[in-house]
């Protein structure tokens, strides 16, 4: 049986456009390839009404640590930015982006 959460281009193929054309804007090639395959593993907790951001894999304890940066982008609207961690996306950070989801509220 397969366990791996969903793929986030299934789920909202207009966001991961949006990532991987502003990733090939700012010249991040390996990340635009990665984009496509990211994974949705668990929504952010934070509760804010303007957050709709995520984990592509397991969430840390605590900081990322060695090997980690981030990648602010510019979308159409809102704010985009990625936590990576050796070239893997590890979070993506959606703020004031058009709804992904229902609140929980």
Request: charged share 25%; aromatic share 8%.
């Amino acid at each position: 049986m397969d366990q791996n959460p969903p793929l986030v281009r299934e789920l909202f193929p207009e966001l991961v456009a949006e990532l991987i054309a502003c990733l090939q804007e700012i010249e991040e090639t390996e990340l635009s390839i990665a984009a496509w395959d990211i994974r949705l593993h668990s929504w952010c907790t934070c509760n804010d009404h303007f957050c709709q951001s995520f984990y592509t894999a397991e969430p840390p304890d605590g900081p990322y640590g060695s090997g980690h940066r981030c990648v602010p982008l510019i979308p159409k609207k809102g704010d985009l930015i990625l936590d990576v961690v050796e070239n893997q996306i590890m979070f993506v950070e959606v703020l004031g982006h058009p709804k992904l989801r229902e609140s929980s509220t």
